[in-house]
């Protein structure tokens, strides 16, 4: 187990990390933080926390390195780029990587820091910015059991939920299937709300019968009133699910598995983001089907 | 208000139509039946139904006749066939149509009875067989909102929500974008489950995280579980989610509204169901996309 | 072998039908004619032509009568609506069906015209409006052989290449498989050259590499040209082309043959239609997924 | 102008860099050459070549360094990798990559090489391994029109068409745009065949029929024979081709370029790649489609 008085850094204060890093240093660790844009560290500043001119000297004054990054090449750069984290002197440093990547991505890193005598787990979660204020994440670990068991303490900090995968790369591939099941619920009711409207449906009415079956999520219900609404303010902006939607299928690709409708979505999404939308929420997806059919109803 | 004297025919006892005509029956209507297969209607006979020779037949004996079929030509050939419903005598009756079709479809249904001086209305309904049975299942109206009235203590035996969509075709639009995001459900959970599992996560364990998200619905909880288990029994044959994915695209490319995901999925299932999977539950799709990933996992 | 003094009907005289009406008279048979807007009728009048006042009509005058019509609904409609051929007294005549449709259409169609003693032959033709007017198109024909062997001049007077395909319905698929190399190749152009244009490479530039490799065919150097000198005059309509894409997948379902970039393309060009560009050529959808992709380079 | 005495190596000698570098060494280039799998070199020993030890013995042997190899990640293992290239003295050399890569993997590559004080060409080939023999490739260039000048007469030893395409990048895109083009007619006619074939029509005679109309590219003549002949010896792997199509949907991806039929054929190709065929030639495809829809006609 490890004490709170154990050491911990945090990379990537952007939307998720900032609230993620509060809760880390609410719950007593000795914190030390860097973002590449500076002042979004001032509020972690006044709980405490560090502010470190450079990733080498957060690795410098830890033990354990949170990185919550936009993607792998972003996290291979805070580690192996100029001033990076494992310029760092000494061993032994536990990476602790909770970014959205591709399981070939997360196995590199670990190979990267593996070299550097680091160990490395990874540790994707779900829910958005609600969830990582309130520290009930739900959080999806790959990796070796023994360092996983290190970093519980801390990991409950920020989730209410810690999954142990399976081995590096478990929790990777699991957090795309989840994010897979995310965009599907997505494009699945923009597509029928699409139909219905150009049908001849209201999309009040529309969504009043959908959540009365056995489809309705809470996804779903957020998602509904988001169209009936049309208010597209991003809790999940649309270039990131893009983005994910990418990861999903280089994955299927590198495990030989077909992902016939997830590729078709990814279509739709470079279409939506094309057209000026990647800012907005992922449901912004309706816009751009509703756009393409053109306005009301068809018949 | 229609009095429960008043006298109803129902055509089509399958799976789903058996039970609904028996809740027809408790709740006091005289009832008429007819089924291609007579013996299904056994039951019904012991309920007090009488069992007609022929469509034409079940006409003569009522006011308002259900059907409850495969296809809109099913429907048609009930109505227009040889002994069909339309050649019975006299004007006023009301066809109550409850099968799953498409909106053009329908409207070519209404132009039939409407020149044989019948009116109509479509009523598809959602929920399975339970729900069936119970007498709780949704129905979405299309048609007069007068017609609607005079069936409406008819319909409230067999279902609990009835929702008055608009005019003809807005019934069967609903219907459709419903399907459409059970189908999106289906096909969802059956691309993140070959990719976890084939990414090295346990069936069981990825289910487990699915189900502790805002994407758990009730139709995920069953096919997770149905899955795990390997237990394809159908509640929904997959070679009838086949069927209305085909009539999704046919309303969407005449209503003007490209539905690329659905495409993608309406191809996958004519893949299962070229193997030999169409008798199986909807989900079965699962095992469509896992044999041809290969067994185990992939890294 | 059928004299040049047998009797033959044309029903169907469109950008397609016309000029291959007039080859027929040209050739000397005796010819009576029928299309809903009389005055496209005028030209073959001239020619010698009998102009009919219904399909019936055409049908007393004739031995074989051809149909060359937008979809099967039309021909059923010509042979089985009101004053349709059907209705003529006498048997043993021969519907020669040159109309693009599905083979499970087809086959219904046989069943129609053998309750009223007829044969059938199905003929659709590949080649345009140019092949038309010269007589050398190519015809697929399914059906009887000795059925065939009857109308084998009258077809020469066409086409010049006559491929006998197998029974009816092999003509069918024959010519739908046929469309979909066709419906790939005009995709295919369309998303290569957007995503050319898009990586800032000149059109021009682009389409004189295309040209100078194994994947140039006639139709790809015709549809270069059009892409960069932005001539979209319809050679081959795109509502048609869209239409026929349908027609593929129907055929493809119904026989369990997975169709996953034909089912793609379809939406792409349901898209596209339902954005205007119906009544441009089939290689205008290069113009919609540019303007999806937005203008100009996009580094 | 480079004259003949200017100093080339030459790393990678598969398929295509074999004989590609066995036409420079003809020409009388100075040649050093390099290859992982040493033997592969002992043909252009036996030409003159001298024969290194690592990829930075080329670069300090050669003016111009030609790489012909798998990926992105290859290149940047010669380039940057130990004892790579850019590790010999002195600025001043060419990179000429003649590889299959992105754009954006490309002008990586150049900021890479160009910190290292060096110039980089792209010019990846069209063409298989006849035309490599023969010294006719097609070659896309990208990058300085001075540089290409430079090595212009070293081009004319493998290619005997150079198109200059613009930027770094271009020719990258250029040859992805191309490689879509060869994808969608691989596809587009194993979706025609396996449409034909399960209709009932002999795949002979559905070959005899496309190859007499405007689709019949060199190409498609070529592939056609194969499915006949069920002969699928690789003339350009599967695997290959697989991963060129995630090339082309990346780069579609940046620069927001949707290409929907592209991406549902990359998920056929997944889907055929881990059934086994991925050594076999690309057209093998078809046996994918066709095993999935079952064997023979389908009605």
Known sequence: MMAASR???FVGLGLMGAPMAANVARAGFPLTVFNRSPHKAAPLKDMGAHVAMSPMEVAERSDV??????????VGAVLAGDDGMLAAAGEGRISLDMSTISPEQSLALERLVEEHGWRRLEAPVYGSTGPAREGTLGILVGGDAGVLATCRSLLETMGSRIF????????????????????????????????????????????????????????????????????????FPLKHLHKDLGLMLQAGH??????????????????????????????????????????????
């Open 65 to 74: 390195v949170i990185t919550m990054l936009t993607d792998a090449d972003a």
């Open 7 to 9: 050491r911990v850094g």
């Open 164 to 235: 142990h995968m399976g081995p590096m790369g478990a929790g990777a591939v699991a957090k795309l299937a989840f994010n897979l099941l995310v965009a599907s619920q997505f494009n699945g009711l923009a597509e029928a709300m699409s139909l219905a409207v150009k049908g001849g449906v209201d999309a009040r009415a529309a969504g009043e019968v959908f959540l009365a079956t056995a489809v309705a999520s809470d996804l779903l219900k957020r998602k509904v009133g988001a169209i009936v609404d049309e208010d597209y303010t991003p809790a």
């Open 254 to 299: 590198a495990l030989g598995v077909s992902l016939p409708a997830t590729a078709a979505i990814h279509e739709t999404y470079t279409g939506a983001r094309s057209r000026g939308l990647g800012d907005l929420d992922s449901i912004a997806v309706y816009r751009h089907l509703a756009e393409l059919a053109g306005e009301g109803a068809g018949r």
